[in-house]
Nanobody
Framework: QVRLVESGGGLVQPGGSLRLTCAAS????????MGWYRQAPGKERELVAR???????DYAESVKGRFTVSGDNANKGVYLQMNSLKPEDTATYYC??????????WGRGTQVTVSS
């Protein structure tokens, strides 16, 4: 059974940085892509950043230039370096993985709060 566990969230002041980590276990095969989504109260879940097995990346326009997504070569995890954080980045951040046949897996989320 595939399991995704996020860590690294917390409270940070505007302009600060956080690094999120997602550890994957239980998959016998490598994922086609892994990434991060977020959901703020009262809003829909949205893509933040994702990286494919061939290292192609996609970012939401609102985080380009501030966030960097990366993955390990063994496809066992994905990371999100978040710099220059803004209050509007406050949300629950979810790790997502997609298998090569399109099955999606989700973590339980980690809270990121940007506030002074």
């Amino acid at each position: 059974q595939v399991r995704l566990v996020e860590s690294g969230g917390g409270l940070v002041q505007p302009g600060g940085s956080l690094r999120l980590t997602c550890a994957a276990s239980g998959s016998r095969f490598s994922f086609a892509a892994m990434g991060w989504y977020r959901q703020a109260p009262g809003k829909e879940r949205e893509l933040v950043a994702r990286i494919s097995s061939s290292d192609n990346t996609d970012y939401a326009e609102s985080v380009k230039g501030r966030f960097t997504v990366s993955g390990d070569n063994a496809n066992k995890g994905v990371y999100l370096q978040m710099n220059s954080l803004k209050p509007e980045d406050t949300a629950t951040y979810y790790c997502q993985a997609e298998s090569k046949v399109g099955t999606e897996y989700w973590g339980r989320g980690t809270q990121v709060t940007v506030s002074s």
